[in-house]
């Protein structure tokens, strides 16, 4: 199933987002810098939202089709969405993105977990804030 989620993410994310970013062109000479930062911004999260989703739903969907889950979860789904969101919003924080090392990447992983589960504490998509689920994402990725 995590093959799937990936699969489906990966492009899911990159064909939104070439989406956007056509969108985004199309309009950029009647856009200031800073709306031109702010829609990319936006647009790259928005593509991270879209393929999160799209990957817990295919994921879920073969799961419960196999066996391998008991039922569908839209609440896993949109938690994937808050992840997705604040994954791809970190990913273009000045400084996380100025160098692409493994630090980096550990403070990204850390940052985007506290802040996800945070907001998903906030909106009641979790009961409360896991130490637990939070020290895997230090380590960074693997």
Same mark, same amino acid.
Request: proline letters at 2%; zero cysteines; glycine letters at 14%.
């Given at each position: 199933?995590?093959?799937?989620?990936?699969? @489906?993410?990966?492009?899911?994310?990159?064909?939104?987002?070439?989406?956007?970013?056509?969108?985004?062109?199309?309009?950029? !000479?009647?856009?200031?810098?800073?709306?031109?930062?702010? =829609?990319?911004?936006?647009?790259?999260?928005?593509?991270?939202?879209?393929?999160? @989703? =799209?990957?817990?739903?295919?994921?879920?969907? @073969? !799961?419960?089709?196999?066996?391998?889950?008991?039922?569908?979860?839209?609440?896993?789904?949109?938690?994937?969405?808050?992840? #997705?969101?604040?994954?791809? #919003?970190?990913?273009?924080?000045?400084?996380?993105?100025?160098?692409?090392?493994?630090?980096? &990447?550990? @403070?990204?992983?850390?940052?985007?977990? &506290?802040?996800?589960? #945070?907001?998903?504490?906030?909106?009641?998509? $979790?009961?409360?804030?896991?130490?637990?689920?939070? $020290?895997?994402?230090?380590? !960074?990725?693997?």
């Amino acid at each position: 199933m995590v093959i799937i989620a990936v699969v @489906v993410t990966v492009i899911t994310e990159g064909a939104t987002s070439e989406l956007l970013a056509e969108s985004i062109m199309s309009s950029a !000479g009647s856009m200031s810098a800073a709306e031109f930062a702010t =829609a990319a911004a936006v647009s790259n999260v928005a593509a991270g939202v879209a393929g999160a @989703v =799209a990957g817990s739903i295919a994921s879920q969907a @073969v !799961g419960v089709a196999i066996g391998a889950r008991d039922s569908f979860s839209w609440k896993g789904v949109a938690l994937a969405a808050v992840s #997705g969101g604040v994954s791809s #919003g970190l990913g273009g924080w000045a400084p996380l993105a100025s160098e692409a090392t493994v630090g980096n &990447a550990i @403070v990204r992983s850390a940052v985007g977990n &506290a802040l996800t589960q #945070g907001v998903a504490v906030a909106t009641g998509l $979790q009961a409360s804030f896991s130490l637990k689920s939070w $020290q895997p994402a230090r380590s !960074g990725p693997g």
